[in-house]
């Protein structure tokens, strides 16, 4: 292994070396397929990812470094895994700048142990059932997905170091990335490549018509946006007029996936937008930001309805979430519910900030349609049918809404080490009489559901300039990997 590459040098060698692996394992399929000839001894050795190893001498007092990431806790070797080096080329330079400007780390890179399954290299999956080839014929010959590969051990803290061996370097490593990039393009019927690193996260279907027709506006105005991509694969760009994004729109068939993605990409190759419809309940907010956050993005913002529990909150009001009652259960093993969520100061500034932007409102008169306060985060959602069960909590916890997503979103991204915030719009008030009715909730639809998703996405953009600080140190443990 070369231990003395500059950061470019070792992504262009990470690059060749995944080219090499995946192309040698695609060309081994495809003689499979045809002729049932499995890989030789030689030719599976080869069907490896590379790794990155950065390696800390330390020698002196350890720099004093403000930032919250690409730090070294202590000196050592550390290590990783990586997959799709070209995608993640430009995080992988800038965290590996870093690290040699401020420690005077060196890079190695090499080919590990640590085999590619084969799945990952099937863009689609067409090809299993090929001349009858079925999947439990080709994990007898070729590397095969394994759960006992697969975890969050390091995101979680719960890895052990053996005395010998590297240290993490990143939270994911290949194997852990590239099974969370074949679930995106199930669950959002998009390509994981399209994905932006801004994310609004949604659970209504009305936010999307919004984004969809925003983001049509986007590209037919100067602005820097080029191409929209629907789920199914559908793509409006730059330059169509208006009866031909109509009709890409009406066959995108985005009620065949889960959840639904958006991504409004940026022609000069700075981070877009992507929005995700996530559906209802805690199960779905999990699932899609344990596989978002191997993308390692900016932030994600959940802009959703809720419940509003105050009587002076009117429908259509906002909600600024500062704290979480976290009842969802479905995280309480991995980040207990007496942990506290810390609001992060930069979200929250850029929130209120975008609230009195789109609005036009700001002092007294905003403070009357945005409250911030703490919002529970219930998994049932027939929790008033237990009323006399929730009042007391509710009350202790100094409540003004009530969802089912927002603070698993947020445990998420404190778990996962990605920037999290929630605005959400008051569709209902359930303990005052005032509960979603069909006429009612329409009109309530057509006047907020607009305003709200342009707050959430004037967010973004006073967050754009901002991300350095937006990747705070409240999100980082005391044995945190170098990489963000």
């Given at each position: 292994m070369n231990n003395d590459l500059s950061p470019e040098a070792a992504v262009s060698r990470l690059i060749e070396l995944h080219r090499e692996a995946t192309s040698s394992l695609k060309t081994c399929l495809e003689r499979y397929f045809d002729t049932r000839e499995p890989p030789g001894d030689d030719e599976r050795r080869r069907f490896c990812y590379p790794e990155l190893r950065v390696d800390y001498r330390?020698?002196?007092?350890?720099?004093?470094?403000?930032?919250?990431?690409?730090?070294?806790?202590?000196?050592?070797?550390?290590?990783?895994?990586?997959?799709?080096?070209?995608?993640?080329?430009?995080?992988?330079?800038?965290?590996?700048?870093?690290?040699?400007?401020?420690?005077?780390?060196?890079?190695?890179?090499?080919?590990?142990?640590?085999?590619?399954?084969?799945?990952?290299?099937?863009?689609?999956?067409?090809?299993?059932?090929?001349?009858?080839?079925?999947?439990?014929?080709?994990?007898?010959?070729?590397?095969?997905?394994?759960?006992?590969?697969?975890?969050?051990?390091?995101?979680?803290?719960?890895?052990?170091?053996?005395?010998?061996?590297?240290?993490?370097?990143?939270?994911?490593?290949?194997?852990?990335?590239?099974?969370s990039l074949k679930r995106l393009q199930h669950y959002t019927g998009t390509h994981w490549r399209a994905v932006q690193p801004w994310i609004l996260l949604t659970n209504y279907h009305r936010y999307v018509d919004q984004f969809v027709k925003w983001s049509i506006a986007q590209l037919a105005a100067e602005s820097p946006y080029g191409v929209l991509h629907l789920p199914g694969g559908g793509k409006i760009t730059r330059g169509m007029n208006a009866a031909e994004a109509e009709a890409v729109v009406a066959n995108s068939h985005w009620h065949r996936f889960q959840m639904p993605g958006y991504h409004l990409a940026r022609s000069d190759g700075q981070g877009g937008v992507t929005l995700v419809n996530i559906g209802v309940g805690p199960s779905n907010a999990k699932n899609i930001t344990d596989h978002l956050a191997v993308l390692r993005p900016h932030c994600w913002l959940m802009v959703g309805h809720c419940g509003g529990l105050r009587q002076s909150q009117r429908i259509g009001d906002y909600v600024l979430a500062h704290g979480y009652l976290r009842q969802d259960r479905i995280l309480d093993s991995l980040v207990p519910p007496e942990i506290p969520i810390p609001a992060l100061a930069e979200v929250q500034v850029a929130l209120q900030e975008a609230a009195a932007r789109v609005t036009g409102e700001r002092g007294d008169a905003l403070k009357e349609r945005l409250r911030t306060g703490t919002v529970v985060t219930n998994d049932d959602r027939n929790w008033e049918l237990r009323w006399s069960q929730e009042l007391r909590r509710i009350n202790l916890s100094r409540a003004i809404a009530v969802d089912m997503e927002s603070g698993t979103l947020a445990a998420q991204g404190y778990r996962l080490r990605v920037p999290y915030g929630t605005l959400l719009c008051v569709s209902d008030k359930p303990l005052h009489g005032e509960i979603k009715l069909p006429g009612a909730a329409n009109a309530f639809y057509d006047r907020a559901v607009g305003e709200h998703l342009l707050i959430g996405l004037e967010t973004i953009e006073l967050l754009r300039g901002n991300v350095g600080q937006l990747h705070s140190r409240k999100l980082r443990s005391f044995d945190e990997p170098p990489f963000r």
């Open positions: 330390g020698g002196g007092v350890q720099p004093r470094i403000a930032r919250a990431y690409a730090k070294f806790q202590s000196p050592g070797s550390y290590a990783t895994t990586i997959t799709h080096p070209e995608h993640f080329g430009r995080y992988l330079t800038e965290q590996l700048r870093y690290l040699v400007k401020d420690y005077g780390a060196s890079i190695g890179v090499d080919q590990s142990d640590q085999e590619i399954p084969y799945p990952y290299v099937l863009e689609q999956g067409d090809d299993l059932g090929r001349n009858g080839v079925t999947a439990a014929e080709l994990a007898l010959h070729f590397p095969a997905p394994k759960l006992s590969h697969v975890g969050d051990e390091v995101a979680d803290g719960l890895w052990h170091h053996e005395p010998g061996q590297p240290l993490p370097l990143a939270l994911f490593d290949a194997v852990r990335v590239d099974y």
